[in-house]
């Protein structure tokens, strides 16, 4: 069974930090693009940012300067470091990757079960 477990979520006040970490584990074969998503009260999920195998990256353009992804392939885990929050930044963010578990040859989307993020004074 494959997984994805984040971590970093929290409460911070406008202009603060926050780092986000995602790690797939359990039986798979191979890690491919890997990203963020959020999802504010009311609102749909939308697009963080991506990162794929080789490091190429895309992001929203509400976060580009701000969000920074990386992942480290060696621990299958990606990263969201986000500076600068603003309150319009609160929101569940949820991880996902694309991997090919051991039992398939195919390629599956896996979604972490999200992180709350809240940037209020």
């Known amino acids: 069974q494959v997984q994805l477990v984040e971590s970093g979520g929290g409460l911070v006040q406008p202009g603060g930090s926050l780092r986000l970490s995602c790690a797939a584990s359990g039986s798979f074969f191979s890690v491919f693009a890997m990203g963020w998503y959020r999802q504010a009260p009311g609102m749909q999920r939308e697009l963080v940012a991506t990162i794929d195998t080789f490091g190429n990256t895309d992001s929203a353009d509400s976060v580009k300067v701000r969000f920074t992804i990386s992942r480290d392939n060696h621990k299958n885990t990606v990263y969201l470091q986000m500076n600068s929050l603003k309150p319009e930044d609160t929101a569940v963010y949820y991880c996902?990757?694309?991997?090919?578990?051991?039992?398939?040859?195919?390629?599956?989307?896996?979604w972490g079960q999200g992180t709350q993020v809240t940037v209020s004074s």
């Open positions: 996902c990757a694309n991997i090919q578990p051991s039992y398939s040859s195919s390629t599956v989307r896996y």
